[in-house]
C-alpha cells in the first residue's frame, strides 16, 4: 500500500522507503529517523548522507527510478537486516538535486554498533551497484544520461544499460 502526499511519496509500511521529489532534507529526515530509532530503544542508529559534488561542471544531478523493483530490492534488504536484528531506512530523490545537497541518505538501526557499522557498509555498497536509480548530470539546464557512473541493474531485462 502507498499514499501520497505534495512532498513525497511514502512506502507506508513502517515509512522505512521514501522517495522525495528534488533535494533531501536531511536534517527534518534525521530527526524524524532519530525519533523513530529511539521510541523503539535502539542503541545503534548509524547513518549515511550521499551528497551531489561539484565536479565536471555540473550544477545537479538529477534521478529517475523505478518504484517496484526498488521496493524489492529494499524489501529483501530489509529481511537480511531483521535477520541481524536490525532495522535499515532509507530516503532517496527523484528529479534535480543541487550541487552541495542530498539526494540519499540511509540508516541501521540495532540494538548492537557492530551489526549497524556492517550493516550500513554492506547496504552502501550494494546500493550503488545494485539499487533501480538512474542519474543523470545536470549542465547548462540539461540532463545528460551519465552512462559512464551507472551500473547494469541484475535481472532488469530491457532496463538494463
Avoid at 46 to 73: C, H, M, N
Avoid at 75 to 94: C, F, I, N, P, T
Wanted: net charge neutral; glycine share 6%; hydrophobic share 40%.
Amino acid at each position: 500500500m502507498e499514499t501520497k502526499s505534495p512532498c513525497c511519496h511514502l512506502y507506508v509500511e513502517a515509512k522505512m522507503l521514501e522517495i522525495y521529489p528534488g533535494e533531501l532534507d536531511v536534517d527534518a529526515i534525521f530527526a524524524k529517523w532519530r525519533k523513530w530509532g529511539a521510541d523503539k530503544n535502539y542503541g545503534a542508529f548509524i547513518t549515511f548522507v550521499g551528497t551531489v559534488r561539484k565536479e565536471g561542471g555540473i550544477e545537479a544531478l538529477s534521478f529517475d527510478l523505478y518504484e517496484p523493483i526498488l521496493r524489492q530490492w529494499f524489501d529483501e534488504w530489509q529481511d537480511r537486516a531483521k535477520e541481524r536484528g536490525a532495522y535499515l531506512r532509507m530516503a532517496h530523490s527523484v528529479g534535480n538535486v543541487p550541487v552541495h545537497t542530498s539526494s540519499f541518505m540511509a540508516a541501521v538501526f540495532s540494538p548492537k554498533r557492530r551489526v549497524a557499522l556492517e550493516l550500513i557498509e554492506e547496504f552502501v555498497e550494494d546500493f550503488k551497484a545494485n539499487a533501480p536509480i538512474w542519474k543523470y548530470d545536470v549542465k547548462n539546464g540539461e540532463r545528460i544520461y551519465a552512462k559512464d557512473r551507472s551500473q547494469k541493474i541484475k535481472g532488469s531485462g530491457l532496463l538494463d544499460i
